[in-house]
């Protein structure tokens, strides 16, 4: 039996080994549902995935965690910000009268600008007539006016967070301010209740008003009220007074093209009056018809037929050239009171005896020559020795062109621009006894030209300078550089921006009358710059003076030697070079400018009491017929300063010069160059081995006479020597001042 049992077979499976529990039974790895080893890796692979799960957990907590905490921490920033907000208008509202007080200040009140004896120049302010109701108004005006200034006005609550935003964002990318987030409440407000500060304080307590306007009024009624108020430019307040001013007819009967350009001048009324630029003021009210169509308001063949039949000006009712100076004045006075709250006068410097003479004089010439000559336009623009605007004609007629030629049209001076080359001369060394040949001439590929192709040789800086000579002016703009030139220019009171290079020394950078005859004026007062002004004092009705000009003091530009070397030779211009038609009896001094074709024609000339300036043209810039600045702007310099100084005591012209002894020549020496190769040195330059002499010594005289010998040729014998004087740096007198943009404007547009 035991045998048997060990003998008998038991059942086997075909496979691996198999294992034996204690009861005889075995069960192979392939008898399992799920093999170990699967098993094994199963719960392995259940264990990687669950790890990676609680990383991707923990990852999307630390996301959260990391927003969260920004979320937070912006919250807290914001509720921070809030309360800040809410401190800064809590502190300047509080500043203000109680609202309880709040009013509605009367309309526009009048402005009476007087001359310097008390005559009447003009009144502005009461420039149109009655205040027109928002329904009696011709409907395209309010359209035009919130389609182009506040397209959202009827939806916002008096200020609009979009339109604030947008100029945030547009303002912050550009780095500038560019565009305004004030609504036509906030403007009404600032222009009833606030200065024109740009100013924190100013911002928020323009907010609150909007807030009181948009509560107490409606929304209609706050446009009426800014309708009849704002300013249209050329004097104009109230749409009834620019109606009125440009189009001859009441707002109650002006055309869509009309409403566009209107609502266009809003933006910029000075700069974008159609009296001032058409072309601009056209543009503008393009852009207003456009806007109407984008919201609405107009039809495509209404915008159609606007853009084929735009505004036409009719001529103003204001007549005389006094109402140039009313118009400069009326766009200086903002920035000395602000918002005009009442009633005003205005004492200007302006003499209108001396006004109706210079307009007499221009129209006359033109009247007489005009035709024969082809000239259409004159100006002319006289400034004592304190700064003070004592007459400014800007045009032939102000009835049928109010642009003002004087103070904004920037033409080229010509020869009228050297006073700054010679001076610029000086300053390096040169007197006027100083010698260059003038001969033909090429620099670079320019050849500049003496007028009628005449050339003298070799002449002194005195003659130069009163015989208008170009070579020399050339040659001497290459001996101190353009930049020491410009330099000069901007120092003397030049505004405009002018351009480096040799050919300034024929003046072609533009400028304008008034700055031009401003510049002239240290050469008339010994030296120093003015504040160029036309106010003297603002008062109210009753009295009150609401600014008042002191004068300051004047810095010092020029040297006192150098003063008296410039009024030596300008002298020469009047008495024997190229403006003799302007002399008079008194001691007087100046520089004519003619530029290319006689396209402009100038006289600049001073005495020790008035320095004036005349400029005849077209206003296209078509050449005139030979018209030279010794001929009708000299004839209107002398007909205007001889009427000026009737029973006035001469006085001489401040400064003296001596000339220097022979022994002590200035430095005429140049090294020579190839006048054709850069950089280009005139050929008609001496070298250092050849000396040239000058003219014989004179004595000591006054700045106003010049001796005949003054204007002979040098003699062939002598001996030059060095003699250098110190430049005087380039911030004499301080720089110009510009206004800067602030953080708050960029941001605020307010």
Request: charged share 20%.
């Amino acid at each position: 039996m035991a045998n048997r049992r060990d003998s008998r077979i038991e059942p086997s499976f075909e496979g691996a080994p198999r294992a034996k529990s204690s009861d005889g039974f075995s069960v192979s790895e392939e008898d399992r549902v799920v093999p170990a080893n699967r098993k094994s890796a199963a719960k392995r692979k259940s264990a990687r995935a669950k790890s990676r799960g609680r990383g991707r957990d923990r990852n999307r907590r630390g996301l959260f965690s990391i927003f969260g905490r920004l979320l937070y921490w912006c919250f807290v920033l914001c509720i921070w910000g809030g309360i800040a907000a809410a401190g800064i208008v809590v502190y300047y509202g509080a500043k203000m009268p109680a609202a309880t007080t709040w009013s509605i200040p009367d309309r526009a009140p009048n402005i009476k600008i007087v001359s310097v004896d008390g005559g009447l120049i003009a009144n502005r302010g009461m420039s149109g007539g009655e205040a027109v109701g928002l329904h009696e108004m011709s409907p395209y005006i309010p359209e035009a006016v919130v389609a182009i200034e506040d397209r959202r006005f009827y939806s916002h609550f008096g200020i609009d967070p979009i339109g604030l935003s947008r100029a945030m964002v547009t303002n912050v990318l550009g780095g500038h301010f560019s565009q305004g987030g004030s609504t036509l409440t906030q403007q009404l407000a600032k222009n009833l209740f606030l200065t024109p500060d740009r100013t924190l304080e100013r911002k928020v307590q323009e907010v609150l008003l909007a807030l009181w306007l948009e509560h107490k009024h409606s929304k209609d009624q706050i446009l009426e009220m800014y309708l009849n108020r704002v300013y249209f430019g050329s004097g104009a307040y109230g749409v009834e007074a620019a109606s009125r001013r440009y189009f001859g007819k009441s707002a109650r009967d002006v055309s869509l093209s009309e409403a566009a350009l209107l609502a266009g001048l809003l933006k910029a009324p000075s700069r974008l009056s159609p009296a001032r630029d058409p072309k601009a003021a056209e543009e503008r009210a393009q852009l207003v018809l456009a806007a109407m169509r984008e919201e609405g308001k107009i039809s495509d063949k209404e915008y159609k037929v606007a853009l084929s039949a735009p505004a036409t000006r009719a001529p103003s009712y204001w007549t005389g050239s006094e109402n140039y100076v009313a118009d400069t004045v009326m766009e200086e006075l903002p920035d000395l009171i602000g918002d005009v709250r009442g009633d005003i006068v205005i004492d200007t410097t302006v003499d209108l005896t001396l006004q109706k003479l210079a307009e007499q004089s221009i129209r006359r010439l033109i009247d007489e020559s005009g035709k024969k000559l082809n000239v259409t336009q004159g100006a002319l623009v006289s400034i004592d020795d304190s700064g003070a605007v004592r007459a400014m004609v800007g045009g032939y007629d102000y009835s049928t062109s109010q642009f003002d030629r004087a103070s904004e049209a920037r033409r080229q001076p010509g020869s009228a621009f050297k006073p700054f080359v010679y001076m610029a001369a000086l300053e390096a060394g040169r007197t006027p006894d100083s010698v260059r040949n003038d001969a033909p001439i090429k620099i670079g590929k320019w050849t500049p030209d003496n007028y009628g192709g005449k050339y003298y040789g070799k002449v002194t800086l005195a003659t130069a300078l009163a015989k208008s000579l170009n070579s020399v002016a050339a040659q001497l703009t290459m001996e101190v550089g353009p930049d020491a030139v410009v330099e000069a220019a901007h120092r003397m009171g030049i505004q405009s921006d002018l351009q480096s290079n040799t050919s300034i020394a024929l003046g072609t950078s533009e400028v304008t009358p008034l700055e031009l005859t401003a510049a002239y004026v240290p050469f008339a007062n010994g030296g120093y710059k003015p504040d160029i002004h036309f106010i003297r004092r603002v008062t109210t009705a009753g009295g009150k003076v609401l600014y008042e000009n002191n004068g300051g003091s004047a810095p010092r530009v020029l040297k006192a030697e150098i003063v008296g070397m410039m009024n030596s030779m300008m002298t020469g211009t009047v008495e024997v070079g190229t403006a003799k038609k302007a002399a008079f009896n008194w001691p007087s001094a100046g520089k004519t400018g003619t530029s290319q074709n006689s396209r402009d024609a100038w006289f600049v000339g001073y005495t020790a009491n008035l320095t004036t300036g005349v400029w005849f043209g077209n206003d296209d810039g078509s050449p005139m017929k030979k018209v030279t600045g010794g001929a009708l702007p000299a004839q209107a310099w002398h007909e205007f300063m001889v009427a000026a100084h009737e029973g006035v005591p001469v006085r001489p012209l401040p400064g003296t010069w001596k000339s220097t002894p022979s022994d002590t020549v200035v430095p005429d020496e140049i090294p020579s160059a190839d006048a054709s190769q850069p950089p280009p040195t005139p050929p008609a330059a001496v070298g250092q081995s050849a000396p040239v002499a000058q003219a014989p010594a004179r004595q000591a005289r006054p700045a106003q006479t010049v001796d005949a010998d003054g204007f002979g040729m040098p003699s062939d014998s002598g001996s030059t020597a060095s003699i250098k004087h110190p430049v005087p740096p380039g911030d004499v007198g301080g720089p110009t001042k510009k206004r800067q943009t602030s953080i708050l404007d960029i941001l605020s547009g307010g």
